[in-house]
């Protein structure tokens, strides 16, 4: 690689062409796969040699299942409980992705802001909408803050805009953190090759820099899948729960 953003690139696996239309194959599509197989499969064990005193991967699961729980009760309340399934799986599919893109020769998936933004549109679109199903008209004072009169003219539009903004800072914020956290180890990684021509002292000290700066990305990895959940929490709260606004 020439720079450090290649990685980053899509790469066509199968071409497949059809009426002029590309139908291909890309490597991008192999976390999808990976991680709808391991959920699958954990989902399969999970129901068939489920325990009353749970293994390692069992307590795992419910205790990320708990601490999904409390985020909702603290952000949503009870409203949000029927939403609990849908969260644990967006928690645990953004976790999995960014932590499939810390294996060797795995793929950064949420570093790409297309396919990111793609979710994060769906996501806050069907809040919105939700919203309106939940709240009816009473959701669009959300728009409106407690102000004179004659400030509602200029409050109102800063007011959608920031609402709207959101579908754009919720993937930015991930696909921002990610890609610079892979940038920084690909760079390092690079001149670590350089340096072992130079001193062997040299060599280690930044192998273990190296390793300190995986580790913090295992600790990002889970700490904005923590982040992306959290948002989503408080969007749904807005859509949920009448606020006096």
Known sequence: ?????????SIKIIPI???NID???????????????????VIILLKNSSKLIPDVW???????????????????????????????IMFNFVLLLNLCGLMPLGVALTSYLVLILY??????????????????????KLFIPQSPLILLIILIPIEIFSYFIRMFSLGIRLVANI?????????????LSKLIVIKLWFYLIFCIILLLILG?????AFLQAYVFTTLICIYLSEALNKKNH
């Open 1 to 9: 690689m020439k720079s450090p953003l290649e990685q980053f690139d």
């Open 17 to 19: 062409n059809f009426i």
């Open 23 to 41: 139908f291909s194959f890309y490597h991008i599509l192999l976390p999808f796969i990976f991680i709808n197989l391991t959920v699958c499969i």
């Open 58 to 88: 069992q307590y795992i699961l419910e205790y990320v299942y708990i601490y999904i729980y409390n985020i909702i009760k603290i952000h949503i309340g009870y409203r949000g409980y029927i939403y609990i399934p849908y969260i644990y």
């Open 119 to 140: 979710l994060s549109f769906t996501l806050c679109s069907t809040i919105f909408i939700l919203g309106l199903i939940n709240q009816g008209l009473f959701f669009l």
């Open 179 to 191: 890609l610079a956290g892979h940038t920084l180890v690909y760079i390092i990684a690079t001149f």
């Open 216 to 220: 913090l990305e295992f600790c990002i």
